[in-house]
């Protein structure tokens, strides 16, 4: 297991002009994480040390790197921005203040990549799901065409109903970008691109966007529509569930 750094920790010696106060000129604090493999030194949640407010979390090896799933899943380069980002939305002693802010930089790096995935050329995508990403999703591109679907699943079974769908009525000519924070079981979205066939949409011209997912999650659904793109921030086992409670209020 290799420790995730906290989100204050400095690398190395300060130099003797910062060494007294602990800040760069113009009283900004240093931040920066350690590299895998580093000693972080992040102190534990119950230390008494000064740096009270370091977030740290255990991530396995490898974190970052993409899984043998194929040229399909695709993952945003690892950076030390999206690292404090999944901390602090992995850290379910995160104030919601900043879960909701964490959650929206990390919906709007994700869009933004997603956007860099379609032609050059001008055309109109459409969202069919992801309340939460939504917004995102706005801030992004105004003009935007928004299509809904509503699935629910059992939590017995797992098994994924479709409620709900409307989308524009020429969505099977347009590039579709389906959006789903939490890839966890795979279910819901391969319902949801079972719907969009049904209307005409290729799984070629989709591109499934998400937070965090899972490596069943992601194989799942690849395996379903091997044609489809997937971008993600991070595959990891474990996927914070609790995001959409956490990020309307209702946990």
Same mark, same amino acid.
């Given at each position: 297991?290799?420790?995730?750094?906290?989100?204050?920790?400095?690398?190395?010696?300060?130099?003797?002009?910062?060494?007294?106060?602990?800040?760069?000129?113009?009283?900004?604090?240093?931040?920066?994480?350690?590299?895998?493999?580093?000693?972080?030194?992040?102190?534990?949640?119950?230390?008494?040390?000064?740096?009270?407010?370091?977030?740290?979390?255990?991530?396995?090896?490898?974190?970052?790197?993409?899984?043998?799933?194929?040229?399909?899943?695709?993952?945003?380069?690892?950076?030390?921005?999206?690292?404090?980002?999944?901390? #602090? #939305?992995?850290?379910?002693?995160?104030? &919601?203040?900043?879960?909701?802010?964490?959650?929206?930089?990390?919906?709007?790096?994700?869009?933004?990549?997603?956007?860099?995935?379609?032609?050059?050329?001008?055309?109109?995508?459409?969202?069919?799901?992801?309340?939460?990403?939504?917004?995102?999703?706005?801030?992004?591109? &105004?003009?935007? +065409?928004?299509?809904?679907?509503?699935?629910?699943?059992?939590?017995?079974?797992?098994?994924?109903?479709?409620?709900?769908?409307?989308?524009?009525?020429?969505?099977?000519? +347009?590039?579709?970008?389906?959006?789903?924070?939490?890839?966890?079981?795979?279910?819901?979205?391969?319902?949801?691109?079972?719907?969009?066939?049904?209307?005409?949409?290729?799984?070629?011209? #989709?591109?499934?966007?998400?937070?965090?997912?899972?490596?069943?999650?992601?194989?799942?659904?690849?395996?379903?529509?091997?044609?489809?793109?997937?971008?993600?921030?991070?595959?990891?086992?474990?996927?914070?569930?609790?995001?959409?409670?956490?990020?309307?209020?209702?946990?």
């Amino acid at each position: 297991m290799e420790a995730m750094p906290c989100q204050n920790q400095r690398l190395g010696p300060r130099p003797p002009e910062e060494q007294a106060a602990g800040t760069v000129p113009g009283g900004s604090r240093l931040i920066r994480f350690a590299e895998p493999g580093q000693d972080s030194g992040c102190p534990s949640p119950d230390s008494s040390s000064s740096s009270s407010n370091g977030v740290a979390a255990a991530i396995p090896a490898g974190e970052g790197a993409a899984p043998p799933l194929g040229p399909q899943l695709k993952l945003l380069p690892m950076n030390d921005q999206l690292r404090e980002l999944q901390t #602090i #939305i992995r850290d379910k002693k995160s104030s &919601r203040g900043d879960f909701v802010f964490s959650a929206d930089r990390l919906i709007r790096l994700v869009v933004e990549e997603g956007l860099n995935q379609l032609p050059y050329t001008e055309c109109t995508v459409t969202t069919p799901t992801g309340e939460a990403m939504e917004q995102g999703l706005r801030d992004c591109c &105004r003009s935007i +065409r928004i299509g809904k679907i509503l699935i629910q699943s059992d939590e017995e079974t797992q098994r994924a109903k479709v409620y709900y769908a409307k989308f524009p009525p020429d969505i099977y000519r +347009r590039k579709v970008l389906l959006m789903y924070p939490i890839l966890s079981t795979g279910n819901t979205v391969i319902e949801a691109v079972k719907v969009l066939v049904e209307h005409g949409v290729q799984p070629s011209v #989709i591109i499934l966007l998400s937070l965090f997912s899972t490596p069943h999650g992601a194989k799942s659904i690849i395996q379903e529509f091997p044609e489809i793109t997937i971008l993600t921030t991070e595959v990891h086992p474990v996927a914070p569930t609790h995001f959409g409670q956490k990020y309307f209020g209702t946990d």
